[in-house]
């Protein structure tokens, strides 16, 4: 078979060897037909052929993200954006610039904002009272289990010091019980009845905003882990990808993962049943497929709602009575998970506190024990605390470890919102990725940007390292929780790829898969661990398609990426 494209002059990551190779590869109507020496490939090559001279760059797999919401960070870099920001002050700034540029907006709406800038991770109202005191601002934090707003926000949806916190959630209040400013988890719908719905229009911008950064960082595909059903007159996500991919706009490959309402109960099992046929009838899942249900298990270490086995402690290191909400009863959960895992859906956990791990491998083997085993790939994410009882239990429900690799480091959010209140030696099973991978756990790789960068470099180099780029603080955890090059590398590319149900077709570069690649300017195998980072992605192909060359339009994509992080 003759190439259309030659990659040619540098090294090839098949994801097959233990390195990479060099080697020359071809393409043709969009798929690998060799990957060789250039003297057994240079019969296939023509007078049309196009050649890339890689000049002893790297290709690698496209990246695949496995737990991301690009539309939610797209519009969330179209809003006031507070991502930006390194201190308190530089947020609140950023708030009064923002709502002096937008005089016309009802509401100030963004997000972006850290924990850490603030005494035990809790803004007050009364800053954003002092710059934007005439309208409601309500602006969601970086981790998004919490938001921040000011007074006429609360006043706005009639929340004062009578309305109780819900079980799923917590208002932080002043003494007389009025609330201070902060609202976690089940606390933000308060304000969903009076709050501006999401427009089509912004939610199909922000989707085009973020597929153009995720392109520039080599991701080829990647797995939405929050596609609701819209309600309250928000635009519908779903909706918003398939009209993207019918005219061609659509350039990756997604996954939608249907999010499950922790209030909605059996009923909604059918519309979302019908929302997957709606996608399958008219989409090759190559394209886009909604065979996923997104369960939230439970919330954030960092607001003690996480879901642990042991208390949290208090600022004196003593027992509290809090161990964290389970949003769902365990005997609920097996429920419904039973029944997504009958009708054929996988099932993608947002499970960061042990007992929340605990808990969503009952239900997966209760779903065993009732409908025996299938290829439902089902996968658990974050995992910032496993218990050891339960590490080998993901090899045995074939579950996957859906890894946020750049969170396992030290940083101040985690140094000093978090592990301060945590069992004694959590910080040695912090994160326990490479626990996991020795217990023969299946990984998969994703970034939950917009909640961090979705850089894979930057990931990658966390894995391996456990500390974060150009920092001096020790690795996190014990020796044994880090991973290998290979190890995180093929998580971010075959690993995903298996998750996303594309491992057949993507994942590794071999005659016949589809030619999605990232080309990255310097061999990551030949780089010291602590440079891993300073790898960068000068093309993203897909499909035998070029879709990002940095050449002519990186300056553009690099000053956002910069941004993110």
Known sequence: MLAEI?????????????????AN????????????????????????????????????????DAHIHPIFAGVELLQCDLTGANTAEEAVSIVARYAEGNPDE??????????????????????????????????VNRDHHGAWANTAAFAAAGISRDTPDPE???????????????????????????????????????????????????????????VPIPEGGHADNLTVYMDAARVGDLKVRVTACQWWDRTAGMSQLDAILERRHTVSESFDPLVLNA????????????????AMHHVYLDHHGHNTDNRGIEF???????????????????????????????????????????????????????????RREDVPRFAELGAAANVQALWACHEEQLDTLTLPFLEPGAEDRHYPFGELAAAGAR?????????????????????????????????????????????????YTQGS??????????????????????????????????ELHRAVVTQTWIGGECVYDRSTQGNRSARSAEVMQ
């Open 25 to 64: 590869l071809a393409v043709t109507d969009g798929r690998i037909i060799a990957v060789g020496s250039p003297e057994e490939l240079e019969v296939s090559v023509t007078p049309d052929t196009r050649r890339v001279d890689l000049d002893g760059q790297l290709v690698v797999p496209g990246f695949q």
């Open 291 to 306: 065979n996923t249900v997104k369960v939230m298990v439970d919330g954030v270490a960092e607001n003690f709602t996480a």
């Open 497 to 530: 790829a298996w998750i996303n149900h594309l491992n057949a077709q993507t994942g590794t570069l071999e005659p016949g898969k589809l030619a999605d690649l990232a080309v990255l300017d310097t061999n990551l195998f030949d780089l010291p661990n602590k």
């Open 328 to 386: 769902f009863e365990p005997g609920e959960l097996k429920e419904f998970v039973t029944a997504i895992d009958a009708a054929g859906m996988q099932l993608h956990f947002h499970a960061l506190g042990d007992r929340a791990v605990t808990d969503a491998l009952d239900a997966l083997q209760a779903a065993r024990d009732v409908n025996g085993t299938n290829d439902q790939r089902h996968h658990l994410a974050h995992l910032q605390m496993v």
């Open 443 to 491: 990984l998969v790789a994703g970034s939950d940007w917009p909640v961090s960068t979705a850089d894979p470099i930057a990931a990658i180099h966390v894995g391996v390292n456990r500390t974060a780029p150009e920092e001096d603080l020790p690795p996190l955890g014990r020796q044994l929780q880090k991973l290998s090059l290979k190890q995180i590398l093929d998580a």
């Open 106 to 139: 009802a509401w100030i709406l963004g997000a972006g904002w850290s924990m850490d800038f603030f005494p035990s991770g809790t803004p007050g109202r009364e800053l954003l009272d002092a710059v934007v005191p005439d309208r409601p601002v309500y602006l």
């Open 168 to 226: 799923s959630g917590r208002l932080e209040r002043e003494p007389d019980g009025t609330p201070a400013g902060t609202v976690h988890e089940g606390a933000m719908d308060l304000f969903n009845e009076v709050k501006p719905a999401l427009p089509y229009n912004l939610a199909y911008q922000g989707l085009l905003a973020s597929q153009e950064l995720l392109l520039s960082q080599g991701i080829t595909a990647w797995q939405d882990a929050w």
């Open 6 to 22: 030659l990659f040619e002059n540098g090294w090839v990551y098949t994801g097959n060897e233990a390195g990479p190779v060099q």
